[in-house]
């Protein structure tokens, strides 16, 4: 039943804060651990007609409507494996056990909140849940307390409430001009009046609001801040998953679903995404810090979706949504290294990093399988979901955006082989002598994102096909 996937969490989130001392210590890593792994294997295990074949008994307990197609497979698949991640870093990079204890609280606050943005079907209840992920991320970021995470979390905050106005103001006009904040109740004000001058208002204000919480340019100010500044862990949460859900799957959910993506819309969408890839690559060349360096092509590689969706094609949508899938994961592998980093050197500025390949042989050929595959180098998994864009957009006559997604992998090639050439590959100096063994649950989840990346590029053919998770299937 679809509401498993928030209450499951709910209560385990209440039995780590009973008064048993036990629960903070070892069981709360491992019972979290079993929730995540537990939400991966039952998507993997069981397709669509499995949790559309049995009604929710607790449905008539909530006042929204929970609902799992393809789409929401997907994400609640790379929700659990990102967060699974997250944790797993977490076990070796926040030392206090303390401190700990909150990370995993706040990680199930997030699962909850992300797990019921895929499933809720209004607009309200999708906002609210939308909001409760960012609270946790900006008690997330600023967990350890240091002034750069209480920066980086003051300017996530302050464009995340602005964001918060116009997507409240955009649900006041979608009841004003649909009666009902439904998503079916809001298509079907579109079908019948898509002029309507408060639908066309509350659109225009929605997309702005979801603009910034996916952090694409020109409202992209908060997230190298608070990429960059974040624990190594929360680092993975927010950029592997949290930006993307609360941001970018809103928009594959709503625009050309619900919303009718009209010209208009459909020239923002492209001229806002290949304007994010081509600055948000520029920006990254210019960065000495690895955690900003990514920032800046988390930002990049989610324009490819936004272009993706401007195109408004089945193709076009298809190669966003396995774009979606492949960046959450060759993200979240990044910034496990950059975390394998910080917490073998205590930097991530490749300034003082040099020469580590030897030293770090699991992080280095790891950090250039996942920058290959961002580049969009064949047959890793990034190859084929930038191919399918590409092909979209040319497909659609759209050449100029399609030349510019093409192109824009050289810039990503160019920034992470810098990188790589500096950090893994330069003159080995002395303060890299004394480098210890990476820990076991960093380099487990380095292995695990490694796995999926090449897994995911070779066997492509099969799993467009026939896996049980049909990316072909995605519009049904």
């Known amino acids: 039943m679809p509401s498993s996937f928030i209450l499951a969490p709910f209560f385990l989130l209440v039995i780590l804060n009973l008064p048993f001392k036990f629960l903070r210590k070892e069981a709360a890593f491992w019972l979290a651990g079993s929730l995540l792994f537990t939400q991966v294997l039952l998507i993997l295990l069981h397709p669509l007609f499995f949790w559309s074949s049995y009604p929710d008994p607790l449905r008539s307990f909530f006042a929204f409507d929970l609902s799992i197609d393809n789409l929401t497979l997907i994400l609640l698949?790379?929700?659990?494996?990102?967060?699974?991640?997250?944790?797993?870093?977490?076990?070796?990079?926040?030392?206090?056990?303390?401190?700990?204890?909150?990370?995993i609280n706040l990680l199930l606050i997030s699962l909850m909140g992300m797990n019921s943005i895929v499933l809720v079907r209004d607009i309200f209840s999708l906002y609210v849940f939308v909001e409760i992920t960012a609270v946790a991320s900006?008690?997330?970021?600023?967990?350890?307390?240091?002034?750069?995470?209480?920066?980086g979390t003051f300017k996530y905050l302050i464009l995340s409430a602005i964001a918060s106005v116009f997507m409240l103001s955009a649900i006041a006009f979608f009841l004003l001009a649909a009666g009902d904040i439904s998503f079916a109740a809001i298509s079907q004000a579109f079908s019948i009046g898509a002029d309507n001058f408060p639908l066309k208002l509350a659109v225009g204000l929605f997309l702005c609001g979801l603009f910034i919480k996916s952090g694409v340019v020109p409202f992209h100010g908060w997230v190298a801040d608070a990429y960059s500044a974040a624990p190594a862990s929360v680092s993975v949460l927010l950029a592997g998953i949290v930006t993307k859900v609360s941001g970018v799957y809103v928009l594959l959910r709503l625009f050309g679903p619900v919303f009718i993506l009209n010209?208009?819309?459909?020239?923002?969408?492209l001229f806002v995404g290949a304007f994010s890839i081509v600055f948000a690559a520029l920006a990254a060349l210019t960065q000495d810090d690895f955690k900003r360096m990514l920032s800046y092509s988390s930002i990049s590689q989610i324009g490819y979706i936004v272009l993706a969706l401007g195109c408004a094609t089945p193709l076009a949508f298809v190669g966003a949504v396995f774009h979606f899938f492949n960046h959450a994961?060759?993200?979240?592998l990044l910034f496990v290294n950059a975390a394998s980093l910080e917490k073998q050197l205590g930097t991530t500025d490749m300034n003082k990093l040099t020469g580590?390949?030897?030293?770090?042989?699991?992080?280095?050929?790891?950090?250039?399988?996942?920058?290959?595959?961002?580049?969009?180098?064949?047959?890793?998994?990034?190859?084929?979901?930038?191919?399918?864009?590409?092909?979209?957009?040319?497909s659609s006559g759209r050449f100029i955006y399609a030349g510019i997604a093409l192109l824009a992998g050289i810039l990503t090639l160019a920034y992470f082989l810098s990188f790589e050439r500096r950090v893994f590959f330069g003159k080995t100096e002395t303060t890299s002598g004394n480098i210890g063994k990476v820990p076991l649950a960093i380099s487990f989840s380095e292995i695990l994102l490694t796995a999926i990346t090449v897994g995911v590029g070779v066997g492509f053919v099969f799993i467009f096909n026939t896996l049980k998770l049909p990316i072909k299937d995605i519009l049904r």
Do not use: C
């Open 356 to 394: 580590l390949g030897h030293k770090m042989p699991v992080t280095g050929v790891t950090s250039l399988i996942g920058l290959l595959s961002t580049a969009g180098i064949p047959p890793l998994s990034g190859f084929w979901s930038k191919l399918i864009i590409v092909i979209a957009l040319f």
């Open 77 to 103: 698949l790379i929700i659990g494996i990102v967060a699974f991640v997250s944790l797993f870093v977490a076990r070796d990079t926040i030392g206090q056990e303390r401190q700990r204890f909150h990370f």
């Open 329 to 332: 994961i060759f993200k979240s």
């Open 263 to 269: 010209s208009s819309l459909q020239n923002v969408f």
């Open 138 to 151: 900006f008690i997330l970021i600023a967990l350890e307390k240091n002034k750069l995470a209480i920066e």
